[in-house]
């Protein structure tokens, strides 16, 4: 084989390789994309479960000073359910934010370390939210129990 046979030989595994890394590294791009938006929605999920969860502490103390017991409950309830839903959405923007690490790791590029970064960041604003459901809950518990004991 002549080494002008070789030289060609390499130049189209090259190509090959190439053109593989270059489809590798726009689907690694595309994933962190979505696993950004994925983080961003879902700490936007959590803000609102959080309002949510407020909103019904607010009724459930509301209720329990005019001795509506059962108005109470159902809005601790619904509290409850509001931080569990805040927390679910805490913990897909963290698997989102892990995703896109992992893209980053896989190929580390500084637009995929941004994106990490702003999903880290999302999945951060998901954690404080859901941290606020959880007190607006408890919150919401300890007045429907006021309200039950003062009966």
């Given at each position: 084989m002549s080494l002008e046979t070789e030289v060609t030989n390499l130049r189209q595994g090259y190509v090959i390789v190439n053109k593989r890394y270059t489809e590798a590294l726009t689907t690694l791009k595309t994933?962190?994309?979505t696993s950004l938006v994925a983080a961003k929605r879902?700490?936007?999920?959590?803000e609102k479960a959080s309002f949510a969860a407020k909103s019904?502490?607010?009724a459930a103390n509301a209720a329990a000073i005019k001795f509506v017991?059962?108005?109470?409950?159902?809005?601790?309830?619904?509290?409850s359910m509001a931080?569990?839903?805040s927390i679910e959405a805490a913990a897909a923007?963290?698997?989102s934010a892990a995703a896109a690490a992992a893209a980053v790791a896989e190929q580390a590029e500084e637009s995929l370390v941004a994106a990490s970064a702003e999903a880290a960041a999302a999945t951060k604003r998901a954690?404080?939210?859901a941290a606020e459901a959880v007190r607006m809950s408890n919150l919401a518990s300890a007045s429907a129990k006021q309200?039950?004991?003062g009966q």
């Open positions: 994933l962190t994309q879902a700490a936007v999920a959590a019904c502490a607010t017991i059962d108005a109470a409950e159902a809005a601790a309830s619904a509290a931080a569990e839903a923007a963290s698997a954690a404080e939210a309200a039950r004991d």
